[in-house]
């Protein structure tokens, strides 16, 4: 079994454990595993009745495997170069504890005092790696203990806008963004429980969610519904794709005091039609969000957030009391 403790390898292991490892590299304990089944890039030693460990060889060879997943070489791209690449043993310190060790927190503790930087670092790696575990694991604990907002704007997007730009440079990783973006999704679900209808016409009418009509890019508008959730504030999410005509009728239907629509293309950003949501309701309350928007066509009464913050802010303002 891994040395999942962060304790000290006792004399009967014959190299450092997967903990040790990821506290020195990084990354998430179950990167590595994924590394050493998929590529083979994992301990060599141990043997019959003994735990594998990693050696300072093979602490060599995730150095350069990790350097050049970093530069934007595939995982195995990265993988067949280190275990190609020659390497000279050098002796890896094991007198420290784990706690004097440099970065000395994995994924299970980042959340508690590890830094922005590691966090996110953490969660690129896993994503350039395919780990899903390891994406999860960093993604729930940024959750838990930063909250909703914060966790996507200080972890989640700035790792997806990376993705996003090795991509536009190499044509490349687009595999990547799918799966991170299914994994932060699935995080943002499993923290958004659900509602029932509040009685109409009561102060708990909700705010609705949505993405303007054939906007599919809905992962902005499930961390509203996960951070109003956080809040103890009534939502209704729709999510993408919603049709004009689909959104008034949820509205009347409801209720609802304010809705929040999403572009992020320039194709759906057309406001004209946000002039057809119910008459019935002139006390409703229009915010728009995104970098799709043509802003010199918004109604003027009608705001374009340019953050999940900022978006957030202005739908708690609204909220009835």
Same mark, same amino acid.
């Given at each position: 079994?891994?040395?999942?403790?962060?304790?000290?390898?006792?004399?009967?292991?014959?190299?450092?454990?997967?903990?040790?490892?990821?506290?020195?590299?990084?990354?998430?304990?179950?990167?590595?595993?994924?590394?050493?089944?998929?590529?083979?890039?994992?301990?060599?030693?141990?043997?019959?009745?003994?735990?594998?460990?990693?050696?300072?060889?093979?602490?060599?060879?995730?150095?350069?495997?990790?350097?050049?997943?970093?530069?934007?070489?595939?995982?195995?791209?990265?993988?067949?170069?280190?275990?190609?690449?020659?390497?000279?043993?050098?002796?890896?310190?094991?007198?420290?504890?784990?706690?004097?060790?440099?970065?000395?927190?994995?994924?299970?503790?980042?959340?508690?005092?590890?830094?922005?930087?590691?966090?996110?670092?953490?969660?690129?790696?896993?994503?350039?790696?395919?780990?899903?575990?390891?994406?999860?694991?960093?993604?729930?604990?940024?959750?838990?203990?930063?909250?909703?907002?914060?966790?996507?704007?200080?972890?989640?997007?700035?790792?997806?806008?990376?993705?996003?730009?090795?991509?536009?440079?190499?044509?490349?990783?687009?595999?990547?963004?799918?799966?991170?973006?299914?994994?932060?999704?699935?995080?943002?679900?499993?923290?958004?429980?659900?509602?029932?209808?509040?009685?109409?016409?009561?102060?708990?009418?909700?705010?609705?969610?949505?993405?303007?009509?054939?906007?599919?890019?809905?992962?902005?508008?499930?961390?509203?519904?996960?951070?109003?959730?956080?809040? +103890?504030?009534? $939502?209704?999410? *729709?999510?993408?794709? &919603? #049709?004009?005509?689909?959104?008034? =009728? %949820?509205?009347?239907? !409801?209720?609802?005091?304010?809705?929040?629509?999403?572009?992020?293309?320039?194709?759906?950003?057309?406001?004209?039609?946000?002039?057809?949501?119910?008459?019935?309701?002139?006390?409703?309350?229009?915010?728009?969000?995104?970098? +799709?928007?043509? $802003?010199?066509? *918004?109604?003027?009464? &009608? #705001?374009?957030?340019?953050?999940? =913050? %900022?978006?957030?802010? !202005?739908?708690?303002?609204?909220?009835?009391?």
């Amino acid at each position: 079994m891994d040395n999942v403790t962060g304790g000290e390898e006792g004399p009967e292991m014959s190299g450092l454990g997967v903990a040790a490892v990821a506290r020195r590299l990084g990354v998430a304990p179950s990167t590595l595993r994924t590394w050493d089944r998929q590529y083979g890039v994992g301990p060599t030693s141990g043997g019959p009745g003994r735990h594998q460990g990693y050696t300072p060889a093979d602490l060599a060879r995730l150095e350069i495997m990790q350097q050049m997943i970093s530069s934007g070489a595939s995982t195995g791209e990265a993988a067949q170069a280190a275990l190609d690449a020659p390497h000279e043993q050098e002796p890896v310190p094991q007198s420290h504890s784990a706690a004097d060790s440099p970065g000395a927190q994995d994924i299970s503790t980042a959340g508690h005092g590890g830094s922005q930087t590691t966090r996110i670092k953490n969660l690129a790696d896993a994503a350039m790696a395919l780990d899903e575990l390891g994406m999860t694991e960093v993604v729930e604990s940024a959750l838990r203990h930063e909250g909703v907002a914060a966790a996507w704007e200080q972890v989640m997007m700035p790792v997806l806008v990376d993705i996003g730009t090795k991509h536009a440079a190499t044509g490349k990783y687009v595999e990547v963004e799918h799966l991170l973006s299914a994994v932060v999704s699935r995080c943002l679900v499993a923290v958004t429980p659900p509602q029932a209808m509040f009685p109409a016409g009561t102060a708990r009418s909700p705010v609705v969610l949505t993405c303007a009509p054939d906007e599919e890019h809905v992962l902005p508008v499930l961390v509203l519904a996960a951070a109003l959730a956080e809040a +103890g504030a009534a $939502r209704l999410m *729709l999510g993408a794709r &919603v #049709p004009a005509a689909a959104l008034a =009728a %949820a509205i009347d239907r !409801a209720e609802a005091h304010t809705v929040f629509v999403w572009s992020q293309t320039s194709q759906t950003g057309d406001p004209s039609w946000l002039t057809e949501l119910p008459v019935t309701h002139p006390a409703l309350r229009v915010v728009v969000g995104g970098p +799709g928007w043509n $802003r010199d066509r *918004l109604p003027p009464e &009608v #705001p374009c957030v340019t953050s999940i =913050a %900022a978006a957030l802010g !202005a739908l708690l303002v609204a909220v009835p009391r």
